[in-house]
């Protein structure tokens, strides 16, 4: 069956694209495109064309296939070319997502319309390249320098009314999509046509509106490349006649494809894919899931809450008194009330997501739920409690799940009914924000209640990845050998500022000791002490000297650095360097890109342990742990694509 099939409708022509799932571009519909441009061309009967698209969306992008491939005739440059000097003005109607190629196809065509809900947009910084075949030369022209720049070095696609307004599409399209398209097209060659857009006027900013692109781009990239090099293509667009921009553009899409950084962002990409629908589980069907509870109203709880409100299903809230209750849901409406500040939600929306969530302290309330996921503090007999409970009121097949982020889920669920329906769901801080998210069955867990903790993470759009049990699951277990090894450095006599400014420099938003004075040493060595009183040995680490002398991090005004109060910027500390005294070796000179491979080389060495020890899967689920959970930079990959040379 061919991809691409032609239907005429009067003096309109039709060209349907039809190459499932995304009606991706790979080369069997790009030459489908080019032979419809010549055949339609000779017929004199078709005044216009309109390129449609069959399934759930427009052209999506590239083919994946081809990923890492040398390019095959015809390249898209000349098919969204050869569109464009077509004697029939092409129309191309867009539901779904026209997305990288996609959308350099349809700036070729002479008009662009749209579904209301449709999406258009360079999402090629992504993958560590930029536009190649149109993009960064022909948008300018259409929507302007700023709006260009915006959409090219972020990737973030545009919906169809702010395309419409920017000038990016002619139309939006209310109904059915081909019939309006066809009528659209109509009216069009009635009236004289809009130049190519190539043809099209560029404006052309002075050097201070590039100089202040360029840092801020440099500025959010932290250390990518393609950012920066998509917009020094934009601005030849604006510097150099059409076909010199398009060799430009050209040619760094090509020299970028070949980079180790395009490759990382490749891998994170296909891991990306594959994570919501594990293999193992295409065949387990997940259990249903319209209602969910939440025990415990805190700032996990809530931005749990949160999270199943946005995908739209209702909420109760457990929890154990009333003023408990109130604080729980005012924790909730924080979070929407956040979204209304910031400009992501409207007053009306953010208060429908309010109304579907019902607080109270009676249990018997979950008689009827599907899931209830407990989010409380985090010791075990007051879980267990909270079990007990659940067990007592929940039908038998509501899946129980726990987010803890340290404790043993089997001994959680000791005494539970029907412990095949109990899973360890690990969320993240902010809940509503971070996409990570740890699934840990137990072995009781059946694969029914697997599928359905996946199910969850779609449903959340989240980044689910199955862990084995052990102290920290993944990515706690990588980050205690992280801070154990940067401790080590410190021991060495690496200045702490310098491991963090090195860290930062490898492209984290924080180095791993000013991270700690964010989120409080007291958490880490609280357990520690709690191992300690077990009987189990644990070493002494600088973290507990700090700790013992009051400083927890920023909440008490110093940790491994000082603070001044209403300034959260680290600050070098004498008091620290005293605590540490005899601890600490004499300052050595180790450069800050051997102190990243040392830290990076520690990452994927507890890594290559949790693999071995059947704790994860794959290194590309430990890579999806460390970059959606941790801050891991993306464009390198995470530590195991970063470091698979040496390990």
């Known amino acids: 069956m061919s991809v691409v099939t032609i239907a005429r409708i009067g003096e309109i022509a039709t060209v349907t694209v039809d190459n499932p799932p995304v009606n991706a571009l790979g080369l069997a519909l790009r030459q489908g495109l080019w032979d419809a441009v010549a055949e339609l061309d000779a017929d004199p009967s078709v005044r216009a064309v309109v390129l449609v698209c069959a399934g759930r969306t427009f052209i999506a992008g590239a083919d994946v296939t081809e990923f890492g491939k040398p390019p095959v005739e015809p390249h898209l440059p000349d098919l969204v070319a050869r569109l464009e000097a077509a004697e029939k003005p092409w129309v191309a109607a867009i539901h779904g997502s026209a997305l990288g190629g996609g959308f350099e196809i349809a700036l070729g065509c002479r008009f662009r319309v749209a579904l209301a809900d449709a999406q258009i947009g360079l999402p090629e910084v992504t993958l560590g390249i930029i536009p190649g075949a149109g993009g960064t030369v022909r948008t300018p022209r259409l929507c302007g320098i700023a709006m260009a720049v915006e959409m090219a070095t972020t990737g973030k696609p545009l919906r169809a009314p702010k395309a419409l307004s920017a000038g990016l599409i002619d139309a939006v399209i209310q109904g059915d999509l081909l019939e309006g398209a066809v009528a659209f097209a109509r009216a069009a060659i009635e009236q004289p046509l809009p130049l190519p857009v190539s043809a099209r006027p560029i404006e052309t900013p002075d050097a201070a509106f590039w100089l202040d692109a360029e840092k801020a781009v440099a500025k959010s990239a932290k250390g990518a490349a393609a950012p920066s090099r998509v917009l020094a293509s934009i601005r030849k667009a604006t510097e150099a006649p059409f076909a010199e921009a398009m060799e430009f553009e050209r040619k760094t899409f090509m020299e970028l494809r070949g980079t180790e950084q395009a490759a990382a962002l490749r891998a994170v990409f296909f891991a990306e894919r594959a994570a919501p629908r594990p293999a193992a589980l295409r065949d387990v069907a997940a259990l249903p899931l319209k209602k969910i509870a939440v025990i415990g109203g805190g700032t996990m709880g809530a931005g749990i809450i949160a999270a199943i409100r946005d995908a739209g299903l209702p909420v109760i809230l457990i929890e154990r008194d009333d003023d408990a209750v109130a604080r729980g849901l005012a924790n909730v409406a924080n979070v929407f009330d956040g979204g209304v500040k910031r400009g992501k939600l409207t007053e009306a929306q953010a208060q429908t997501l309010r109304d579907d969530v019902t607080g109270t302290t009676d249990y018997e309330a979950l008689a009827d739920v599907d899931m209830v996921i407990e989010a409380v503090f985090e010791e075990i007999g007051v879980k267990r409690a909270v079990f007990a409970q659940l067990g007592a009121v929940c039908r038998a097949d509501a899946v129980l799940a726990t987010n803890t982020s340290y404790l043993d889920p089997r001994e959680i669920a000791e005494a539970l009914p029907n412990p095949d329906r109990f899973i360890g769901l690990h969320f993240f801080s902010p809940a509503n924000v971070m996409k990570l998210l740890e699934i840990v069955p137990t072995p009781d867990t059946s694969p029914e209640t697997l599928a359905t903790g996946f199910a969850l993470g779609r449903l959340l759009k989240k980044i689910p990845v199955q862990s084995g049990i052990c102290d920290g699951f993944i990515g706690n277990r990588i980050l205690k050998r992280y801070r154990a090894a940067a401790e080590g450095l410190v021991r060495r006599g690496v200045p702490i500022a310098r491991i963090d400014a090195a860290m930062q420099g490898y492209g984290l938003a924080m180095g791993p000791f000013e991270a700690q004075d964010l989120g ?128």
């Open 520 to 647: 409080g040493l007291d958490i880490a060595f609280l357990q520690r002490e709690g191992a300690r009183a077990k009987g189990q040995d644990v070493a002494e680490t600088l973290g507990d000297i700090l700790v013992r002398a009051g400083r927890k991090g920023q909440k008490t005004g110093g940790g491994w650095y000082d603070y001044v109060a209403g300034d959260r910027r680290p600050q070098v500390s004498a008091v620290v360097a005293e605590l540490l005294r005899g601890q600490v070796a004499a300052e050595t000179g180790m450069s800050e890109d051997e102190i990243a491979a040392v830290l990076v080389g520690e990452m994927a060495a507890e890594g290559r342990a949790i693999l071995d020890e059947g704790i994860a899967a794959s290194p590309a689920d430990i890579d999806l742990v460390k970059i959606h959970g941790y801050g891991f930079p993306r464009w390198r990959g995470g530590p195991m694509f970063a470091s698979r040379s040496r390990i």
